[in-house]
């Protein structure tokens, strides 16, 4: 039996679709104002996320899981480890290839920022942003009848069973919860611009201890999202990350403002 979409669920759904989508393009027009920040970092951020994390990434997942599937699905802690030094090797690496090779004439503390809004922004949009949309369109559709109406159609078989149960999460999960999705999405940006910086000084100050602690803390956040997911609550483990990172925000602010003498 199709359900209801509940009011705050649809809400929680426009709310992540406008951050995930919204939150990029603001960030954009910004940094270009008032940093006077190149378009160009922003379109190779978002190129290298889709390179390394979407493709490279990707097929290191499917190397690992038809040969090592028991080991690391059936271990949280190895399938955490795994998948954070994954995340944190392919995303990082992208971005010290890209900022000393594809922005070698324009790389600047202005630039490494944008690329960061490149990187997090095109992964908020395919992500969260397009899914968003697709449950919006969905839910309408549930609400107006529509769905019941096609489906009523349909000989009752296994497949209609299963497509019913595909979209029966947009009515049996908690409504507050299609908000986390958009939180997280803040806590990620902020990450990527935060991380974009430290790969920044690692390329063009030479410091290279910075590509490592980048490394280290994708590493820590995508290992302990994993963990937590298991253990407590998604609005205490969205808490964690959104305080976690706002630390991180606090520091690398102060890193920014103090380099301005440096350069």
């Not at 999705?181 to 935060?194: P, Q, S």
Request: aromatic fraction near 10%; charged fraction near 10%.
């Amino acid at each position: 039996m199709i359900g209801h979409v509940s009011t705050v669920a649809i809400a929680g759904i426009i709310f992540s679709m406008v951050v995930s989508i919204g939150l990029p393009i603001l960030l954009f027009v910004l940094v270009k104002t008032k940093l006077h920040a190149k378009m160009s970092a922003v379109g190779i951020g978002a190129a290298t996320f889709v390179l390394f994390a979407l493709i490279l990434e990707q097929i290191l997942h499917s190397i690992m899981l038809n040969s090592f599937e028991d080991m690391l699905t059936g271990n949280i802690w190895f399938y955490a480890i795994y998948a954070g030094l994954a995340a944190g090797v392919f995303e990082e690496t992208g971005r010290f290839v890209a900022m000393k090779y594809w922005m070698k004439k324009s790389l600047s503390r202005e630039n490494s920022i944008m690329y960061g809004v490149g990187h997090g922004g095109v992964e908020a949009v395919l992500i969260v942003g397009i899914t968003c949309i697709s449950n919006l369109i969905t839910a309408i559709m549930i609400n107006s009848g529509q769905i019941e109406s096609a489906y009523s159609t349909i000989e009752d078989g296994a497949g209609k069973e299963l497509a019913i149960q595909s979209l029966s999460v947009l009515w049996t999960t908690p409504g507050y919860q299609f908000f986390l999705a958009g939180i997280e999405r803040i806590t990620a940006i902020v990450l990527h611009i935060c991380l974009s910086y430290l790969v920044y000084r690692a390329v063009k100050w030479g410091e290279k201890k910075f590509y490592f602690i980048a490394i280290g803390i994708h590493f820590l956040i995508d290992a302990a999202t994993v963990l937590l997911t298991n253990f407590v609550p998604l609005v205490a483990l969205e808490i964690v990350l959104l305080v976690s990172v706002g630390v991180l925000a606090v520091a690398v602010k102060k890193m920014y403002c103090n380099s301005s003498a440096m350069e």
